[in-house]
């Protein structure tokens, strides 16, 4: 039974391609040549790939490829700094949450209001929100 092999995709083929092409090109290579050397480095790539972490090569670099050494060190200083506890309780880290936190919705609203607001630069939304607490005549909340 024939071995079963992974069908390349259209850009990998091109790729292979357009190096085929540059090597008969750039060193004069027939195509006989070309493809064998094709060949050749296709076979020290999977080679290389099916290495073991320990057996790779240092600094050698694959496209594509993630290689365990490249990872870095987890000291314990790493791990302290992994979660931030005051007490017992852990602390999120990122943007707080706020004390009023906005609802997402759909709202279909006049594209002649829409292009206004839009026209006003970055913030339109907030804009559109201050408006209609304007109108509903609705107490403001401060951002502290």
Same mark, same amino acid.
């Given at each position: 039974?024939?071995?079963?092999? @992974?069908?390349?995709?259209?850009?990998?083929?091109?790729?292979?391609?357009?190096? +085929?092409?540059?090597?008969?090109?750039?060193?004069?290579? =027939?195509?006989?040549?070309?493809?064998?050397?094709?060949?050749?480095?296709?076979?020290?790539?999977? @080679?290389?790939?099916?290495?073991?972490? =320990?057996?790779?090569?240092?600094?050698?670099?694959?496209?594509?490829?993630?290689?365990?050494?490249? %990872?870095? +060190? $987890?000291?314990?200083?790493?791990?302290?700094?992994?979660?931030?506890? #005051?007490?017992?309780?852990?602390?999120? #880290?990122?943007?707080?949450?706020? +004390?009023?936190?906005? +609802?997402?919705?759909?709202?279909?609203? =006049?594209?002649?209001?829409?292009?206004?607001? #839009?026209?006003?630069?970055?913030?339109?939304?907030?804009?559109?929100? =201050?408006? $209609?607490?304007? %109108?509903?005549? $609705? @107490?403001?909340?401060?951002?502290?």
């Amino acid at each position: 039974m024939p071995k079963k092999t @992974k069908k390349k995709s259209a850009g990998t083929r091109k790729l292979d391609r357009d190096l +085929e092409l540059r090597l008969r090109r750039e060193h004069a290579l =027939d195509s006989d040549q070309s493809r064998r050397l094709m060949r050749d480095l296709k076979a020290l790539v999977h @080679k290389h790939r099916n290495k073991r972490g =320990d057996e790779r090569a240092k600094g050698v670099v694959v496209r594509g490829t993630w290689m365990p050494d490249d %990872a870095p +060190e $987890l000291t314990t200083d790493y791990f302290e700094r992994a979660d931030v506890y #005051r007490g017992d309780k852990l602390i999120r #880290r990122g943007r707080p949450l706020s +004390e009023y936190p906005k +609802e997402a919705i759909k709202l279909r609203i =006049d594209p002649d209001v829409l292009a206004y607001f #839009r026209a006003t630069g970055p913030g339109w939304q907030t804009r559109i929100n =201050d408006a $209609l607490r304007r %109108a509903a005549k $609705l @107490k403001v909340h401060k951002v502290s």
